[in-house]
C-alpha cells in the first residue's frame, strides 16, 4: 500500500491522527522536499524532530528522486506499506496526481490522508473562498527569461471581479545552467520568492503590457509561513506592500477582486 499523507503547513504537529498512524504502520517513509516546506525546514533539527515524532526514518525525495525515480518507490509499495508524505495538501501540487496514476497502473494499492493547504488556509484574511478565481505561480525572472502568462489569468479573473492567489516560486536543488552545459549537476542555493519580489515583478509586466489589469494602487494581501505561529497577513495597496518586511519563507500573495462589505470588514483588521 502506498499511503500519501498531508502534513499541513506549520510544523510536525500538523499531521492528523489518521495521517500519523498510517506512518507508524509503515515501513519505509519518504518525505516529498521540493514543492513546498515546514517551518521546520527552515531549521537543523526539523528533519529529526519529525522522525522521533513519527518513530520512523525519514527519506528525503528530491525533485529528481520523485520524478525520476518513483518506480523504485511504488515497487516497494507493492509488497510492503510506504509512506509518501507531503507538506500541505497531497493534491496541491501536480506531481503527486502523477504519482498516483502511476501507482495505479501498476496495480499498487493507494490511499491518501489530506490536510490543510494553502487554498483553503489563505481564507484567514477574511476574503471569501468562493470568490477565487483561477491560482497562478509567479516563477523568478532571470536576464534571459521574463514570462508573462500569468498576466492573463489575472486579467480574466479581474474581469470578473475574483480575487487571485498567486504561488510564489522556490527554487530547491535547482541546477546551474554552467553544470547542465558540462553535464555534471550542480545546484543554486535554495531560494524562496518573497512578497516583495513579486510584486516587483507583478508591476513590471502590467509597464510592459500596458492593459491596466492592476497598478500600484491594487489592494493586495500578503501572507509569509502560513498556518505556522508566527504566521504573518498584511492587507494594503502593492506599494504599501512593497515596504514591508515579511520574515523568513514561505510567501504568498493574493490580488483582491471585488469584495463584500463582511471581506472588507475582515481585512481591516489586516490593514496597514
Known sequence: MLYIIGLGLGDDKDITLKGLEAVKKCSKVYMEAYTSLLSFGLSPNGLSNLENLYGRSITL?????????????????????????VVGDPFGATTHTDLVVRAKKLGVDVKVIHNASV????????????????TVSIPFFTETWRPDSFYEKIRENRKLGLHTLCLLDIRVK???????????????????????????????????????????????????????????????????????????????????????????????????
Open 61 to 85: 525525495a528530491d525533485r529528481e528522486m520523485v520524478e525520476e525515480k518513483a518506480d523504485e518507490i511504488l515497487n516497494e509499495a507493492k509488497s510492503s506499506d510506504v509512506s509518501f508524505l
Open 119 to 134: 487554498m483553503n488556509a489563505v481564507g484567514v484574511c477574511g476574503l471569501q473562498l468562493y470568490h477565487y478565481g483561477e
Open 174 to 272: 535547482e541546477p546551474t545552467i554552467e553544470s547542465l552545459c558540462r553535464g555534471k549537476k550542480q545546484y543554486e542555493p535554495p531560494r524562496f520568492m518573497t512578497v516583495n519580489t513579486a510584486i516587483e515583478q507583478l508591476l513590471e509586466v502590467e509597464e510592459a503590457r500596458g492593459e491596466s489589469v492592476y497598478g500600484e494602487n491594487t489592494i493586495c494581501v500578503g501572507f509569509a509561513r502560513l498556518g505556522s505561529e508566527d504566521q504573518k497577513v498584511v492587507a494594503g495597496s502593492m506599494k504599501q506592500l512593497l515596504t514591508v518586511d515579511f520574515g523568513p519563507p514561505l510567501h504568498c500573495l493574493v490580488i483582491v477582486g471585488k469584495t463584500h462589505p463582511v471581506e472588507e470588514e475582515m481585512l481591516e483588521f489586516y490593514g496597514l
